[in-house]
């Protein structure tokens, strides 16, 4: 058990690393791509690729506030912030959730200004640039694909370049459309089609986030199979203030009371609450017991994580 603890430490620091490298390398890319971009869409007055510089500028400080609370996320809590700087990863998620609506809201405007007053634009220039961002972002999306499934932080990032992916790919479209037809407004209604994209695609994110942030029930985790688990546990004979919250974008607390009938048995019952919680994604648990007749016995013990 020593050996496969030790194998799993191992791994999840291996993993960390490789999630860090792969935020490192996805802004360093970006920087570079957004100062490509701008400078092309500047020079051949292309709403399209100032459209998606602008967004990618926002992946760019989304993947550094995301690095910034992946970070502070693994210091140890201390007398001041018990819990650790787990939390930034919620803000952190919030705030990226905030950044991506307000690059659509830019994109709109500029798009909208263009759709009135379309000018030629350079549709091979489009595609080409627009292509090198195809790869970019379809660099790092790979890159964070792995650490995306297991943290909401990392997901987010996650998303913003998978879209910035699939949006690079409409930009290319629509430079070789303006190419073959000499339709400019085709640039400005791409300005406006990947903002609808990213306007959509960033909803549940900016739900999700703003759940966390207030302390709700985390996505993922149902809060009626929690109540069954625990009133199926042998010797509970009900329970009350049941509270389920995000100390972290990947780590979720829950208290609870529950009644007993045997004080005898109040350090058997409450390790089977917390243990059965556990694969329902509780991973951070505090029992309360009390017996039917109000003598209370009480425990606070940090279950095991997984």
């Excluded at 640039?187 to 986030?209: E, H, K, N, T, W």
Aim: include cysteine; charged fraction near 15%.
């Amino acid at each position: 058990m020593e050996h496969s603890n030790h194998i799993h430490a191992a791994t999840d620091t291996a993993s960390l690393h490789k999630t860090k490298k792969a935020f490192y390398v996805g802004i360093w890319l970006n920087l570079a791509y957004v100062a490509i971009e701008a400078a092309f869409g500047l020079v051949y007055d292309s709403m399209g690729l100032l459209s998606d510089a602008g967004h990618n500028l926002s992946d760019v400080v989304a993947l550094v506030i995301a690095l910034i609370a992946f970070k502070a996320s693994s210091r140890q809590p201390d007398d001041r912030y018990t819990y650790g700087y787990r939390k930034g990863t919620v803000e952190a998620s919030v705030a990226n959730a905030l950044i991506l609506y307000m690059a659509v809201a830019l994109i709109l405007f500029e798009s909208v200004k263009k759709l009135f007053h379309p000018v030629a634009v350079d549709g091979d220039i489009i595609a080409w640039v627009a292509g090198v961002g195809v790869i970019i972002n379809g660099i790092t999306t790979w890159m964070l694909m792995r650490g995306s499934h297991r943290d909401l932080n990392i997901k987010g990032a996650f998303l913003h370049m998978a879209a910035d992916t699939l949006v690079s790919v409409g930009v290319v479209v629509s430079g070789i459309a303006i190419n073959l037809t000499g339709w400019n407004i085709i640039d400005p209604l791409m300005g406006i089609v990947i903002a609808a994209v990213i306007a959509i695609g960033s909803y549940s994110m900016l739900r999700d986030s703003m759940r966390l942030a207030l302390d709700g029930v985390p996505r993922g985790i149902d809060i009626v199979k929690v109540r069954q688990a625990i009133a199926s546990t042998d010797g509970v004979l009900s329970s009350h203030h049941l509270h389920v919250w995000p100390i972290s974008t990947t780590l979720t607390a829950m208290t609870v009371h529950v009644v007993i009938d045997n004080p005898a048995d109040i350090n058997t019952i409450t390790a089977a609450v917390k243990k059965a919680v556990i694969p329902l994604g509780i991973s951070h648990s505090t029992v309360e017991a009390e017996t039917s007749s109000d003598s209370c016995g009480t425990t606070h013990e940090k279950s095991q994580k997984d």
